[in-house]
């Protein structure tokens, strides 16, 4: 099973970027699938997650209204889209699937390389 996260990058505050992690090796019907990022001398933190297939998503407080986890169920895919970003999204960012379908926070068992976003003020 591999989750491989993509479209990382540097980006000025204000900015917007796209990532995506594509599942392979197994398909995630009946998984929720999220998103968390780790930022320099910090914890892992949840930043979203999105049920199968698709009706329900969960976020941290510090990204509602700017950041939209979706799905694509037939390429085994979720996207993070990200909007006005600060200096403080900074972070490597990692998908992941849990056993459950509830977008929860925690109890992930399956975890993508992650990819990292840089936001410059």
């Given at each position: 099973v591999q989750l491989q996260a993509s479209g990382g990058g540097l980006v000025q505050a204000g900015g917007s970027l796209r990532l995506s992690c594509a599942a392979s090796g197994r398909s995630?019907?009946?998984?929720?699938?999220?998103w968390f990022?780790?930022?320099?001398?910090?914890?892992?933190?949840?930043?979203?997650?999105?049920?199968?297939?698709?009706?329900?998503?969960?976020?941290a407080d510090s990204v509602k209204g700017r950041f939209t986890i979706s799905r694509d169920n037939p390429m085994n895919t979720i996207y993070l889209q990200m909007?006005?970003?600060?200096?403080?999204?900074?972070?490597?960012?990692?998908?992941?699937?849990?056993l459950g379908n509830w977008p929860d926070t925690r109890d992930y068992?399956?975890?993508?390389?992650?990819?990292?976003?840089?936001?410059?003020?």
């Open positions: 995630f019907s009946n998984n929720a699938m999220g990022r780790q930022a320099p001398g910090q914890e892992r933190e949840f930043v979203a997650a999105i049920s199968w297939p698709g009706r329900s998503t969960n976020y909007n006005s970003l600060k200096p403080e999204d900074t972070a490597v960012y990692y998908c992941a699937a849990r068992v399956y975890w993508g390389r992650g990819t990292l976003v840089t936001v410059s003020s």
